[in-house]
């Protein structure tokens, strides 16, 4: 159809916590698109301890947003190198230069916003439990393990995200207040931003297949 397979860039912003990825692994999982998220990238580059892991670690254990001029260049190169299959990006732009930046090379056509009350966010980001190796990421309360502080399937213990500490956390969502909110006003005026509304990625999973459904091929 040529409605769908114009369309071919997607975004979702969304505060931190906000499910953004939990959102988008399930899209990634119904249609046909790729999942670049910019943490996931740079956790990945710390991990393995690249230059870039090197410089940028530092932000990401206190809460901070990477500067500008290295976000772009890398994520712009992450991009390039997905070429001109479908993609959805997740965590990138997440500053208005960034967005800028973006547009220039690559307009987007659909932007998801989630929107969840602030008051879940700071539950959910207090009870988030990860198993380091494998990803695994824990909710007590939600998706409590089994045996509290270890993982389901191979017993190992389960950390908090240095930047999930209360510290970090506060500090996250200020700068989200602060430097990202104008990102969605940026997308609003561009008349390609679309909004979802609820306090679980259950409550919005199905407001975003309605919308995707008729935009986005499977
Ligand atoms: P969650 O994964 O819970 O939604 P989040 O969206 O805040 O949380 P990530 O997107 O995983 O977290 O990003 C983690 C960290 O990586 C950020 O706090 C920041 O330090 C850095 N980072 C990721 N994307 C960018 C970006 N576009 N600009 C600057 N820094 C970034
Ligand atoms: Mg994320």
């Given amino acids: 159809m040529t409605v769908k397979s114009k369309i071919l860039k997607t975004l979702i912003l969304g505060a931190p916590a906000s499910g953004k990825g939990t959102i988008s692994s399930r899209i990634v999982k119904k249609y046909a698109v790729e999942h670049v998220s910019s943490g996931d990238k740079l956790r990945d580059h710390i991990e393995k301890q690249t230059e870039l892991g090197k410089v940028v670690k530092k932000y990401l254990n206190e809460g901070k947003l990477v500067p500008d001029d290295v976000m772009i260049k890398f994520m712009l190169t992450e991009l390039n190198k997905v070429g001109t299959h479908p993609w959805l990006l997740d965590g990138f732009p997440r500053t208005v230069s960034q967005a800028e930046a ?58 908090q995200r240095p930047d999930d500490k209360p510290e970090a956390v506060q500090k996250r969502l200020e700068i989200y207040e602060s430097i990202t909110r104008p990102v969605i006003e940026f997308y609003r005026k561009k008349g390609i931003l679309k909004e979802f509304e609820g306090r679980t990625s259950d409550e919005i999973w199905p407001q975003v297949t309605e919308y995707l459904d008729p935009l986005i091929s499977k």
């Fill in 102 to 159: 973006l547009w220039k090379v690559q307009p987007v056509d659909i932007v998801l916003n989630l929107v969840v009350p602030f008051e879940v966010i700071i539950d959910r980001v207090k009870n988030r439990w990860v198993h380091l190796p494998s990803g695994r990421v824990y909710n007590i309360g939600f998706n409590t393990p089994k045996v509290a502080g270890k993982d389901d399937d191979t017993g190992e213990v389960l950390v």
